[in-house]
């Protein structure tokens, strides 16, 4: 429903004090902090109506009003207006990646401290991911008696190695013949094009050696799940001081959420074009619940990473996506410098 300007302009001003109190707000605090030119009896009236809305919460009787899920998301996408980072924060940001670095994963690392200094909240970066590439070359390298090395180069010259151990009465010979087929059959195939038939093909020309074809296999399957796009946390002890985390419930939920990468990799997958922030309800998982995300992409090379600030609901809105902005033109301008 469409919101009248007054009403608007309460919703605002209880979001506002409640981020920055975490204290329920009453109709005589909106009237004496935000001169709204409307007395505090007129006040009360529109917060019941933005109660009846949904927008607005009473979180026990007599108490002033929280927003609600649909408060913060209408205050997200119609009030709120990003806060451009200071003069000093955008110092220390640029004094950050001035520093030299030794490679582009520190770039990264240093840009989830930064965040999580800045915002006050957890931050989470995954680095980029790769489009699984076509298989370039396979080989077989004898080592010792009885040992090998599986080798798989992947696009974009991505080299994967596995040791494995060798059926007896195999000679170098019968290692060039299999490294032979597996490329005449699968180079430049990626996992997903290579079909249950050419599998079948592969095990009926190298009958003998079923169990080293199967070793190759599993390291071509391996070497095309391998994420590269590991997820840097920090700032945790940030959020366990916000007032919602009291409860020692709440911070074993926490934890347990920050303690499966898998689950976070996912969340940070899902990131489309431009700032997205996800309240509550708003996600999938159950555990996350009960929290705030906002995320941007950031690229290299081609290729998409994501930061994001992870806090309570009553999260500092305008000033994360100010700063989401700002960092993630700032880390990708540093990180396109470092991969040329």
């Given at each position: 429903m469409a919101l009248?300007?007054?009403?608007?302009?309460?919703?605002?001003?209880?979001?506002?004090?409640?981020?920055?109190?975490?204290?329920?707000?009453?109709?005589?605090?909106?009237?004496?902090?935000?001169?709204?030119?409307?007395?505090?009896?007129?006040?009360?009236?529109?917060?019941?109506?933005?109660?009846?809305l949904g927008y607005l919460e009473q979180p026990y009787t007599s108490a002033g009003?929280?927003?609600?899920?649909?408060?913060?998301?209408?205050?997200?996408?119609?009030?709120?207006?990003?806060?451009?980072?200071?003069?000093?924060?955008?110092?220390?940001?640029?004094?950050?990646?001035?520093?030299?670095?030794?490679?582009?994963?520190?770039?990264?690392?240093?840009?989830?401290?930064?965040?999580?200094?800045?915002t006050s909240y957890a931050a989470l970066v995954s680095a980029p991911r790769s489009a699984p590439g076509a298989i370039l070359h396979v080989q077989l390298v004898a080592l010792e008696p009885g040992k090998a090395m599986v080798l798989v180069v992947t696009e974009p010259e991505r080299v994967h190695t596995r040791f494995i151990d060798l059926p007896e009465n195999i000679s170098s010979a019968d290692l060039e013949t299999i490294s032979g087929v597996l490329n005449a059959k699968i180079k430049g195939h990626k996992l997903s094009e290579i079909k249950i038939t050419l599998v079948r093909e592969l095990y009926l020309e190298l009958l003998r050696h079923k169990a080293v074809v199967e070793h190759i296999l599993e390291l071509v399957e391996d070497s095309e799940n391998a994420e590269d796009g590991k997820i840097y946390l920090g700032g945790v002890i940030n959020v366990l001081n916000q007032p919602e985390f009291?409860?020692?419930?709440?911070?074993?939920?926490?934890?347990?959420?920050?303690?499966?990468?898998?689950?976070?990799?996912?969340?940070?997958?899902?990131?489309?074009?431009?700032?997205?922030?996800?309240?509550?309800?708003?996600?999938?998982?159950?555990?996350?619940?009960?929290?705030?995300?906002?995320?941007?992409?950031?690229?290299?090379?081609?290729r998409e990473g994501t930061l994001a600030v992870l806090g309570p609901s009553?999260?500092?809105?305008?000033?994360?996506?100010?700063?989401?902005?700002?960092?993630?033109?700032?880390?990708?301008?540093?990180?396109?410098?470092?991969?040329?």
């Amino acid at each position: 429903m469409a919101l009248d300007e007054r009403k608007k302009k309460i919703l605002w001003a209880v979001v506002q004090d409640y981020i920055a109190t975490a204290e329920p707000v009453g109709s005589r605090t909106i009237a004496r902090k935000y001169n709204l030119g409307i007395s505090p009896a007129t006040i009360r009236n529109e917060m019941a109506d933005l109660d009846e809305l949904g927008y607005l919460e009473q979180p026990y009787t007599s108490a002033g009003r929280i927003p609600s899920q649909e408060g913060y998301r209408y205050y997200v996408d119609h009030l709120m207006q990003p806060e451009t980072p200071g003069e000093e924060e955008k110092k220390l940001i640029n004094a950050n990646y001035q520093a030299k670095v030794k490679s582009i994963s520190e770039v990264i690392e240093r840009t989830g401290q930064l965040l999580s200094q800045l915002t006050s909240y957890a931050a989470l970066v995954s680095a980029p991911r790769s489009a699984p590439g076509a298989i370039l070359h396979v080989q077989l390298v004898a080592l010792e008696p009885g040992k090998a090395m599986v080798l798989v180069v992947t696009e974009p010259e991505r080299v994967h190695t596995r040791f494995i151990d060798l059926p007896e009465n195999i000679s170098s010979a019968d290692l060039e013949t299999i490294s032979g087929v597996l490329n005449a059959k699968i180079k430049g195939h990626k996992l997903s094009e290579i079909k249950i038939t050419l599998v079948r093909e592969l095990y009926l020309e190298l009958l003998r050696h079923k169990a080293v074809v199967e070793h190759i296999l599993e390291l071509v399957e391996d070497s095309e799940n391998a994420e590269d796009g590991k997820i840097y946390l920090g700032g945790v002890i940030n959020v366990l001081n916000q007032p919602e985390f009291r409860s020692a419930e709440k911070v074993k939920t926490l934890l347990s959420l920050l303690e499966r990468e898998e689950l976070l990799s996912n969340l940070l997958a899902e990131q489309e074009e431009g700032i997205v922030v996800r309240i509550g309800d708003e996600f999938k998982c159950d555990i996350i619940r009960g929290c705030s995300m906002v995320s941007a992409k950031y690229m290299l090379g081609g290729r998409e990473g994501t930061l994001a600030v992870l806090g309570p609901s009553r999260m500092q809105y305008a000033r994360v996506t100010g700063l989401l902005e700002y960092l993630t033109r700032s880390l990708s301008q540093v990180l396109e410098k470092l991969y040329k």
